[in-house]
C-alpha cells in the first residue's frame, strides 16, 4: 500500500525529536493499517481450535510452505501471544508496540525456550496473526501476576488488548504431541525493539500526556521522579524512604521487528499460552 506524505525537507531540522519520532509512527500506523481488529473479525474467524487445520487454515499454511502436503499433515495451534497487561517483570507493552506485533509475526518461527542461536529448536511456524481488542476479559487473567488493580485501570483506559497467533506443527514432530499433552504450554515472544522507550504510567496519568522516564524539561531536571520498578531495585532500594518507584513501565518503541513465538516453562505475562477450548 503506497504511503504519501508530503513533508518539506527544509521542515525536518525544525522538528524536535519527539516530534520527528511521532512522524515515524503516524506513518508506520498508516503502513500498517491493514492490520484487522476486533471490530473487523467474526467470531468464526477467531478459530481456537488444536488439530488440523480448516479449509482456509490450510491455505494460509500452503501459501507460507509452497510443499506438496494435505491438511492431514499438519496441526495448528492458537495461542494468546502477548497482551496490554503488566508482566511479571513489571512491564506492559504499548498499544503501538501490540500493532506492529500483529503485523510482523506471519511467517515467523515458533522455537523453545528463545533459543535464537540453534534452527533445530524451531518447531513450527506462525501462519496467522490477530489483534484483538476486547472490552473486558476474565476475572482471572486480570488478577494474574497479582497486578489486578493496575490490569483494572488499563482496562478501564484501553479495554483488553490481545495478540492472537495460530502455529502449523507437522504432526510428525515431537512438538505436536508435547502440546496435545500440555508439556508445553507457555508462550512468550522474541523481538527486537529499535529506538525503545520507557513511559512511566504515574506521570503520565498526572500531565496527561506520555512522560518518558528519561524526559528532561528545560531546565535539564527530570520531569519524572521515579525508578522503573524490577525485583532487583526492590531489593537494592526497596527499604529506601526517598526513592520513589512507578507502578509499571510502559515499553514502547519506534519499531518493532518480530523474530519468533517460544513455548517455554513460564513466560513474562502469566496469560501468554495455548489457547485451549
Known amino acids: 500500500m503506497a504511503v504519501e506524505t508530503p513533508i518539506k525537507s527544509e521542515t525536518l531540522h525544525d522538528l524536535s525529536v519527539q ?28 478459530d481456537t481450535h488444536i488439530g488440523e487445520p480448516t479449509e482456509s487454515q490450510f491455505k494460509a499454511i500452503q501459501q507460507l510452505t509452497n510443499s506438496a502436503t494435505s491438511a492431514e499433515d499438519w496441526m495448528v495451534v492458537p495461542f494468546v501471544a502477548s497482551n496490554n497487561l503488566v508482566d511479571l517483570g513489571y512491564r506492559r507493552w504499548h498499544p503501538n508496540v501490540l500493532r506492529q506485533m500483529a503485523q510482523g509475526f506471519v511467517g515467523r518461527p515458533h522455537i523453545l525456550d528463545h533459543d535464537w542461536y540453534d534452527s533445530e529448536s524451531a518447531v513450527s511456524f506462525i501462519f496467522d496473526v490477530k489483534l484483538i481488542n476486547d472490552s473486558d476479559t476474565d476475572s482471572k487473567t486480570v488478577e494474574m501476576g497479582g497486578f489486578g488493580d493496575y490490569n483494572r485501570e488499563i482496562i478501564e483506559k484501553e479495554g483488553y488488548t490481545w495478540v492472537y497467533m495460530c502455529a502449523a506443527i507437522a504432526k510428525t514432530h515431537d512438538a505436536a504431541d508435547a502440546i496435545s499433552t500440555r508439556r508445553y504450554n507457555d508462550c512468550s515472544t522474541g523481538s527486537i525493539l529499535n529506538q525503545p522507550r520507557m513511559i512511566c504510567p504515574n506521570c503520565s496519568k498526572e500531565h496527561g500526556r506520555e512522560v518518558d522516564f528519561y524526559e528532561r524539561d528545560k531546565n ?28 509499571y513501565a510502559i515499553l514502547d518503541a519506534v519499531h518493532h521487528e518480530a523474530v519468533e513465538l517460544s513455548s517455554c516453562t513460564r513466560g513474562a505475562l502469566p496469560a501468554a499460552s495455548v489457547c485451549r477450548e
Open 19 to 46: 516530534e520527528f519520532t511521532d512522524l515515524l509512527k503516524g506513518c508506520w500506523a498508516e503502513l500498517s493499517s491493514d492490520v484487522r481488529v476486533a471490530d473487523d473479525i467474526e467470531d468464526d474467524e477467531l
Open 220 to 247: 535539564n531536571e527530570y520531569v519524572c521522579p521515579h525508578l522503573i520498578p524490577s525485583r532487583f531495585m526492590f531489593w537494592l532500594f526497596g527499604d529506601d524512604p526517598d526513592v520513589q518507584f512507578a507502578d
